[in-house]
């Protein structure tokens, strides 16, 4: 989420604390609870409202919680949708992944702010 209020933002905004990382665990949460068929009906009204506060509150990070929601999901699908055969492999590599993207975008995102 993080990564994605670095590159979406301007480059003088500020942005402070973890509200994108728990987007993230919230999505996953979701993510992983219905792939065990687990009951997500509490779960699915508190990212609704938390993104009616992202949307509705001026200075609020849209792309931070936005980013949080898809690296979250993404993750989380990793991990709990990775074929039972090699699951440990294609989950570190599905991780690693992400990890590697998220980085590149930071760097490419640096690289063009200092020119």
Do not use: E, W
């Not at 993230?24 to 699915?44: C, E, H, K, P, T």
């Not at 409202?49 to 992202?54: G, K, P, R």
């Amino acid at each position: 989420g993080n990564v994605a209020a670095y590159l979406f933002t301007p480059q003088n905004a500020q942005a402070a604390g973890a509200s994108t990382s728990i987007f993230g665990l919230v999505l996953a949460m979701i993510v992983v609870n219905r792939r065990l068929r687990l009951d997500i009906s509490q779960l699915i009204p508190l990212l609704v409202v938390n993104l009616i506060f992202t949307f509705s509150i001026p200075n609020v990070s849209i792309a931070g919680h936005i980013g949080g929601l898809v690296v979250g999901g993404a993750v989380a699908f990793v991990l709990a949708y990775a074929p039972t055969k090699r699951r440990s492999q294609i989950q570190a590599l599905g991780c690693a992944a992400v990890f590697v993207v998220l980085i590149v975008a930071a760097v490419l995102r640096t690289q063009a702010i200092l020119g």
